[in-house]
């Protein structure tokens, strides 16, 4: 259940702000009208949760109709589109595209002419690629799918991407003058390479340039680690760690912590995928939201070595903690070659068929695990401008390996 904590002040300071607008009766048309949302990557962890939201009833300015683009057909743990009723008059639209193919983007996104919102939560992590390759190739992609439905949707009002402070991706070359600024405020200094934000705010500027200014707005929601359900995701931090914690179980060996000092001891911060999908869908809708980069965070901090000892509840075996420098290790190397383990895990538990390097990320968990430097961010603009959404990181955690238990991801 979606807490919209932000409703109750979002119809007196819409009002407000359409009183104060020269264009208030333009505002009001549009806000009346029906909201269609373009959900890019929508079997991600941030996706999957505006998925889940948008076409509710209860949803603000809903029951939205929502277009969902993702590169494969839908995973089986995926709810089928079904019939409309009465709770999701609109069933979502499915669209499957390699975002790297611009012909493939064009040919796909053209119809969809209504479209009022994009939802971008895309990112490729290009194994084996340089992080300067893989971060162009993800440019690439959100320029490709911009450049068609921005100058062709005449209705679109909003574009919002999810984003991270850190270069890329977390834990990776970190400037030493913005690790100096933490814990990070969301105005950090831009960063000094191109990224997909300067391809973002490019692709708005050039509809400005075509006759729309000022229409098209824009805003960029930067998680912390995100916990969430999405097994098909490259940042499935909680998914990755559930199958490491069943392969233990299974091979009778204790749950060992296999990351830095800093990480089991240190605080860091996490970002509920609800909350992030919350989050953007405020700035998308109230005015004061619109325009700016914000942190989304769950409001609160955690230690891993408080969250470590629930895992391994979960799974109902024993674990260990930080055991010094020496007894450090990648799950990477260690989770390799356990294909045929986890098929045994499925097969004999009755769980989802997956394969185990589809469903895991082991090096985005090593990295956010080996952190050397405590992961911190506030939240101050948000709540300034009006949103007051948090989560309980402790029953975000618990909440989402519950949801994987019982949808048979993991045993």
């Known amino acids: 259940m979606m ?113 009022t919102h994009v939802f971008y939560t895309a990112w490729s992590a290009c194994p084996g690629a340089t992080e300067d390759d893989a971060r162009e190739a993800s440019c690439a992609m959100l320029r490709n799918v911009l450049s068609v439905v921005v ?63 000022g229409a098209i707005t824009w805003s960029v ?21 559930c199958v490491y914690a069943a392969i233990c179980c299974k091979e009778g060996a204790a749950l060992r912590w296999p990351g830095s000092l800093v990480a089991w001891e240190g605080f860091s911060d996490a970002s509920d995928a609800e909350l992030v999908a919350e989050h953007a869908l405020w700035a998308a809708l109230e005015p004061s939201g619109k325009n700016e980069t914000f942190n989304c965070t769950n409001g609160d901090v955690y230690k891993w070595k408080n969250l470590w000892p629930m895992l391994a509840d979960h799974f109902e075996m024993e674990w260990s903690g930080y055991d010094g420098e020496d007894k450090r290790f990648k799950l990477e190397e260690a989770m390799a070659g356990k294909e045929a383990l986890w098929a045994e895990i499925v097969r004999k538990k009755g769980l989802v068929e997956t394969e185990l390097n589809d469903i895991t990320a082991w090096w985005f968990v090593d990295a956010l695990i080996n952190a050397d430097k405590e992961q911190i961010e506030n939240m101050n603009k948000s709540k300034e401008r009006g949103f007051l959404g948090f989560r309980n990181t402790v029953r975000s955690f618990n909440t989402w390996i519950g949801k994987l238990k019982a949808d048979k991801i993991v045993p």
């Open 221 to 241: 929601h930067r998680p912390a680690t995100l916990f969430g359900f999405s097994p098909r995701s490259e940042s499935n931090v909680i998914t990755s760690l």
């Open 151 to 213: 100058p062709r949707c005449p209705a679109l009002v909003h574009t919002g991407r999810k984003g991270f402070v850190d270069p890329f991706e977390p834990m990776s070359g970190i400037f030493a003058a913005i690790v100096a600024m933490r814990p990070y405020p969301e105005d950090v200094p831009h960063l000094e390479h191109s990224d997909l934000e300067d391809v973002f705010l490019d692709e708005v500027a050039h509809s400005w340039l075509n006759g729309a200014a």
């Open 3 to 115: 807490r919209w904590c932000w409703t109750g002040a979002y119809g007196t300071i819409e009002r407000r702000h359409i009183v104060a607008r020269a264009a208030a009766e333009a505002e009001a048309a549009a806000t009346a009208s029906q909201k269609v949302a373009l959900v890019v990557g929508s079997t991600g962890v941030v996706g999957a949760a505006l998925l889940d939201i948008l076409p509710s009833l209860d949803t603000p300015a809903g029951p939205w109709k929502v277009y969902a683009l993702s590169r494969g057909p839908l995973p089986p743990w995926s709810a089928p589109a079904g019939a409309p009723s009465s709770s999701y008059p609109n069933p979502v639209i499915h669209l499957h595209l390699d975002l790297a193919d611009p012909a493939a983007v064009a040919q796909a996104l053209k119809p969809l002419t209504d479209i």
